[in-house]
């Protein structure tokens, strides 16, 4: 039986960002844009819902804070966040490692 299996996950490049430390959401877009090379640009339309359902299923938090008068939502990783992330970062590799492999047995020499 075939396990369903998501490669690329929004959620575990958000929870990775708040991971290293609390930020709010511009920040959080700047950052995976930044650290992906430019390769990935979420933008807040996509990434909002994404936090609010990581807010609803209590892996992370949220609190504001003012700055230059301005309130800024920051979100913070919970415990649960965290494990939750560690699993997700485990089911990445081995769909990565199975591609590879699909990769590697359909083409042999060609790939290498």
């Not at 700055?67 to 485990?90: F, P, S, T």
Request: glycine share 4%; with cysteine; hydrophobic share 35%.
């Amino acid at each position: 039986m075939a396990r369903k299996n998501s490669f690329f996950k929004l959620d575990m490049l958000l929870l990775c960002i708040i991971a290293k430390q609390d930020c709010y959401g511009y920040e959080i877009t700047k950052q995976i844009k930044t650290y992906s090379h430019e390769l990935i640009d979420i933008k807040e339309g996509t990434m909002y819902p994404i936090l609010y359902k990581l807010l609803d299923e209590n892996y992370i938090s949220s609190y504001e804070k003012v700055i230059d008068r301005k309130v800024r939502v920051y979100y913070h990783i919970e415990e649960k966040g965290k494990e939750k992330l560690l699993e997700m970062i485990n089911e990445f590799n081995n769909a990565v490692d199975g591609i590879h492999n699909v990769i590697k047995e359909s083409l042999g020499e060609a790939y290498e």
